[in-house]
């Protein structure tokens, strides 16, 4: 017998993309509704994000744009069986049409109902930058304007000419939250789900949840139905190595963290209670963001589009914004053994987008047909390892001097590279530098002769005009002043893109595909639906919202 703190209609659990729409909706449906955050701060990855929302299907702004699309459209668009990147990974192929359908009938009205509640979309026509994931036919891609909000990567807002043309998720979360708490959403962060009350351990009705709330355990009844919007589970080690065995440890940089993490704990605690997964081939399909080359260096989180800034709330977290590599040449990448793996100027996987297929056919074969080979395998190649045995590649460390220092305009110190915990070291020699890395992921020490054979034989590159062992084009500069520099440059995770199976209403499916009563779910912890970001996650998170507020009490 459970004894319960406190009750309301709906309890939502995470106050992200999912989320806070979900426990606006239902609250603005006559539910009363409790919103649990694990952390401090409400937003999760959504208030970080770049807020480039791909909703279509025939929007107002489509329409002011002479765009014409509809809900067939996107939904044939994001089932498309032909659509591959260039290393032959389909992008939609293994989407579950049911998921995709609701997606695709929900768009027009998930954007009006974002404008209603005080999203603000950049005054431009939609186009095809930013996101990913968002089909050929027409361009869909909208842009979250942030107004006056501080960014929560930097702390503070944006200049004003920039204020309605900028794209950021601030412009997405902030409006939203704020409409939350004026519906009347009971939001109580610092609140971490635990676990799901069902009546019968794994049959009956899910009555409400476990949180764990600065060290008490509190129980939330939920009278109609519990929202599962915990954004995902690719931070979590032994969750995401289901996937993916050579995801291990070292891969610690997940894009968005450390505001918020993507822990997996929707999941396994839906798992507890019956739920079944669901879509698992997009989780590990070689495209889009999921696992991507660090943009910025020396740092822990170095996620390409995003720099943590010392004016951040949560900066002491993150300890450095990273030295962001504009030019691959400047540096060589080494494994930890010192021994570089492929040419640095390599890129990660891709992802489809608005015309990103010439000449797009809707479902024809030629569209795989004409798509040019390129394996674009640097991320495959970071992540082989050093043949010990171990499944992760191991830390990936830049290596560079003092004139690259001066190229890139770097200042090679903190808050810029986080020496403290490791991720950035210094030496007058390269042997020296070699010495130095010692940090909890690198497990063997990396040889000084090693890398000091390594620099040497890149330097020679640099004279013959050719990369012998992996064909960067034309190497340019040697590495060959002091102070010489290291710093960590390991892969960054990214999206969830397997979850929860859900049904076109998210209500979250048991293994023997029966529907688990009074449990939802959608965005990042829910499966089937292979894209990336916010579209999915607003559009599912209303759709759950809706239903939620509707059962039987
Ligand atoms: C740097 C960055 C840039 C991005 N740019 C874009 C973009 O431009 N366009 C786009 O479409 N997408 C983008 N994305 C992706 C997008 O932000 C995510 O897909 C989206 O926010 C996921 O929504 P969600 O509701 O599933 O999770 P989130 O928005 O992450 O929200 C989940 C929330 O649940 C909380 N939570 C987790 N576990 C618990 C628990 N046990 N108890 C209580 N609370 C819990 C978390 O702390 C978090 O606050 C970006 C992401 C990042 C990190």
Known sequence: MVTWNSEADVVVIGSGATGIPAATVAREAGASVILVEAQPRLGGHAIVSGGNVPLGGGTSAQKKHGIHDTPDLVFQDLTDWSVVQPNGFPDYRY?????????????????????????????????????????????????????????????????????????????FMYPLIDAARQAGVDIRPEHRMTALHRENGTS???????????????????RKAVIIGTGGSIGNVNFRRMFDPRLTEEYCGLAGMPWSDQDASGEIAAMAVGAALWGLFNQTGEFGYGLTKAGHIGCQYGYRHLAWGPESEVFALARASGLWVADWQNVILVNMLGRRFYAETGGQFTANNY????????????????????????????????????????????????????????????????????????????????????????????????????????????????????????????????????????????????????????????????VIPGLYCGGESA????????????????????NAAAEAS
């Open 204 to 222: 009956g009705r899910i009555t409400g949840i476990e949180v764990e709330h600065r060290g008490m355990r509190l129980n939330i009844q939920a």
């Open 527 to 546: 499966g089937g639906f292979s894209q990336h970001g916010l579209a999915r996650c607003a559009v599912q998170g209303l759709i759950a919202g809706r």
């Open 355 to 514: 015309n990103s297929i010439a000449t797009y056919v809707p479902g024809s074969y030629l569209n795989a047909k004409n798509i040019k080979y390129d394996p674009n395998n640097f991320i495959n190649a970071a992540m082989a390892g050093i043949g010990d045995g171990h499944n992760g590649g191991g830390p990936i460390w830049a290596i560079f001097d003092a004139e690259a220092v001066a190229r890139e305009k770097w200042v090679p110190k903190p808050p810029f590279v986080d020496m403290a915990e490791g991720f950035f070291f210094v030496a007058e020699s390269i042997t020296e530098l070699a010495a130095k890395i010692r940090m909890k992921y690198q497990r063997l020490p990396m040889p000084p002769e090693q890398l000091a054979a390594t620099v040497a034989r890149y330097n020679s590159f640099v004279d013959a005009g050719e990369d012998t062992d992996f064909g960067k084009p034309q190497p340019r500069y040697k590495i060959a002043t002091p102070p010489f520099y290291a710093a960590w440059a390991t892969p960054v995770l990214h999206d969830t893109r397997a979850g929860l199976r859900i049904n076109a209403r998210c209500q979250v499916i048991d293994m023997q595909g029966a």
């Open 95 to 171: 989407n579950d049409r049911e998921i995709v359908r609701a997606f695709a009938d929900n768009n027009v009205s998930t954007y009006d109902w974002l404008v209603a509640h005080g999203v603000t979309f950049a005054d431009k026509a939609p186009d095809e930058r930013g996101g990913i994931s968002v089909g050929n036919s027409v361009p869909r891609e909208m842009h979250c304007a942030p107004l006056h909000w501080p960014l929560a990567h930097t702390g503070k807002p944006v200049d004003e000419a920039q204020r309605k043309t900028y794209s950021i998720g601030a412009g």
